[in-house]
Nanobody, 123 residues
């Protein structure tokens, strides 16, 4: 079992950047991991995912070219670099993990979730 804790959220101006981190309590070497977000009144949506070995990643169309997911298995940490933030990006961002995952956009597959970190973008 792994516990996940996100950090790095905050307030940023439109066009700015933030880097989210997700620290795991245990080894994440065998876990596919992803980032999801949920804005008030909206359903949780997929943002990005990465395979257990980092060799494969996928992105939602809305963030492709602006966000980059990465992982450092030696540090048991997942990252999301967010550039060119837009007014439609604000949400609570969650990281998630599932065993032997290749990285999927389906949130039902993920077994472990963090508590989320708030991202706010000012225009």
């Amino acid at each position: 079992q792994v516990q996940l804790v996100e950090s790095g959220g905050g307030l940023v101006q439109a066009g700015g950047s933030l880097r989210l981190s997700c620290a795991a309590s245990g080894r994440i070497t065998n876990y596919g991991m992803g980032w999801f977000r949920q804005a008030p009144g909206k359903e949780r949506e997929f943002v990005a995912a990465i395979s257990w070995n980092g060799g494969y990643s996928r992105y939602a169309d809305s963030v492709k070219g602006r966000f980059t997911i990465s992982r450092d298995n030696a540090k048991n940490t997942l990252y999301l670099q967010m550039n060119s933030l837009k007014p439609e990006d604000p949400a609570v961002y969650y990281c998630a993990a599932y065993l032997w995952g290749l990285g999927t956009s389906s949130y039902e597959v993920y077994d472990y979730w963090g508590q989320g970190t708030q991202v706010t973008v000012s225009s």
